[in-house]
């Protein structure tokens, strides 16, 4: 396993080791104890969440104020464009993003730390996406950081309008959003 630091620090890409023969190829997904080690950063993960999304369909950005989640994000079929935006008011990358393609080819994954807000959108025909979280769903909590702020100017990596829920088209501009300290 390798880890990567994205343009902000906190975000992590874990790039697996993938082992390949005739048969087809093998790689450990998940390994909580070699993730410590790595990062030295203590992962309680406390749900799975696995969705199915059409091309150009634009989930996000999404977080939770109460009961923050940190998410492992990864693609098991199709490749997404996945996007984290620090909205940690004190820390010197509020504000910005970072975007990375993650596919089922390249077996990458994200790790996202709660502060930030996520999204992401389908680049091939239909895409899966597994994530694991660090706390439960909170609906009360549950925030939407609008997707296409100016103040932002996210590059989504796509030629023509996504495909939105009716709560990600109404999210809030930055300026606007309730932000962690």
């Known amino acids: 396993m390798k880890i990567i630091s994205a343009e902000i620090p906190d975000i992590l ?10 048969r087809g190829f093998f790689f450990e997904a998940f390994n909580l104890k070699k993730l410590i080690a790595k990062t030295g950063i203590k992962f309680d ?9 059409k ?11 109460i009961q923050p989640q940190g998410k492992l994000v990864r693609v098991i079929a199709g490749n997404i464009f996945d996007v984290a935006v ?9 504000g910005k993003w970072v975007g990375y393609e993650i ?11 709660p ?3 996520h999204g992401f959108v389908v680049l091939s025909e239909v895409a899966e996406v597994i994530y694991k979280t660090t706390d439960y769903y909170a609906p009360q909590g549950e925030r939407t950081l609008l997707w296409n702020d100016t103040d932002l100017n996210i590059d ?11 709560k990600d088209a109404i999210g809030k501009p930055l300026r606007k959003i309730d932000v962690f300290p």
């Not at 993960?45 to 999304?53: K, L, M, R």
């Not at 989504?156 to 009716?166: A, G, R, Y």
């Open 13 to 22: 890409i874990v790039e697996p080791q993938i082992f390949h023969d005739e």
């Open 45 to 53: 993960f406390v749900q799975d969440n696995h969705s199915y999304s």
């Open 55 to 65: 091309q150009n369909v634009l989930r996000g950005l999404h977080y939770q104020i």
């Open 86 to 94: 620090d909205i940690r008011k004190s820390s010197s990358t509020f």
């Open 103 to 113: 596919s089922a080819e390249n077996k990458r994954q994200i790790w996202i730390p």
């Open 115 to 117: 502060g930030f807000a």
């Open 156 to 166: 989504w990596q796509i030629n023509t309008e996504p495909i939105l829920s009716p």
